[in-house]
């Protein structure tokens, strides 16, 4: 690992959409690309971090030098991430877009189109976030928050329901920025602050990030 800031932390990042299936062919997902959270893993690393990437189905390359465990439900993502969290973490960041719902069963053949109209039952999926940050042993936990109005209000709200030490605004309502995007802009919030980084690439908005993370984490150990 590099000499940074980081260096001998244990980092876990969780990236890209989850897949709920409906049946052998089909499933509901959304349009997050793992570009923010990857591009968080090689600022992690690069400070110095050992890094943990629980990725959903994604088409980027995975950054060289950190660990991957791939996933595709949110079920899987809970899984692992806290298999991850078990074997150690200073830091737990959650960038992924996880589907809050799946549907309550999947279909074991293919649906046919025979009826006019279709309804699916879902039920909601576990948090992956929320469950890491509830644990005793929680590492310093960083959320963020897509919203597309009310973004400040909805990511307060985020960070004390959640109990989370830091969450990242991002507001998706404007063209070329959050999802799927090479660009962001984001506001950072803590206990008592918060810093607006962006409009910028991904790249560096997570390198600021990594280095107020690095902050925090020393002032709070
Ligand atoms: O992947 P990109 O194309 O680069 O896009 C990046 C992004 C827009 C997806 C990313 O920057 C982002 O904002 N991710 C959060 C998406 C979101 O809407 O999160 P949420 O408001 O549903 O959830 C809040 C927080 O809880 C997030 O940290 C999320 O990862 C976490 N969460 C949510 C639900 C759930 N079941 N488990 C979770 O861990």
Avoid at 53 to 74: N, Q
Avoid at 96 to 112: F, H, L, N, Q, S
Avoid at 149 to 172: C, F, S, T, W
Wanted: proline share 6%; net charge negative.
């Amino acid at each position: 690992p590099q000499d940074g800031p980081l260096r001998g932390k244990r980092v876990v990042i969780t990236a890209g959409p989850t897949r709920e299936p409906i049946d052998p062919v089909r499933y509901i997902s959304n349009h997050s690309s793992g570009k923010m959270g990857y591009a968080l893993a090689a600022a992690a690393r690069d400070a110095g971090a050992n890094v943990v990437l629980v990725s959903g189905p994604v088409s980027i390359p995975v950054p060289a030098g950190v660990e991957l465990r791939s996933v595709v439900t949110a079920e899987d993502m809970l899984r692992e991430s806290m298999a991850a969290v078990d074997a150690g973490s200073d830091v737990f960041i959650a960038t992924a877009a996880v589907a809050d719902y799946r549907p309550e069963t999947c279909a074991g053949d293919k649906i046919k189109k025979t009826r006019e109209t279709l309804s699916l039952d879902l039920v909601k999926n576990p948090d992956t976030l929320a469950t890491v940050a509830a644990r005793p042993d929680a590492p310093f936990s960083v959320g963020f928050a897509a919203e597309t109005n009310d973004v400040d209000r909805y990511a307060l709200d985020k960070m004390a329901r959640k109990k989370l030490d830091m969450i990242v605004a991002n507001d998706v309502s404007t063209p070329g920025m959050g999802f799927n995007s090479d660009n962001n802009a984001v506001t950072v919030f803590w206990s008592d602050g918060r810093e607006h980084i962006g409009p910028d690439t991904k790249r560096n908005i997570a390198t600021r990030l990594v280095a107020l993370i690095s902050q925090h984490l020393e002032t709070n150990s």
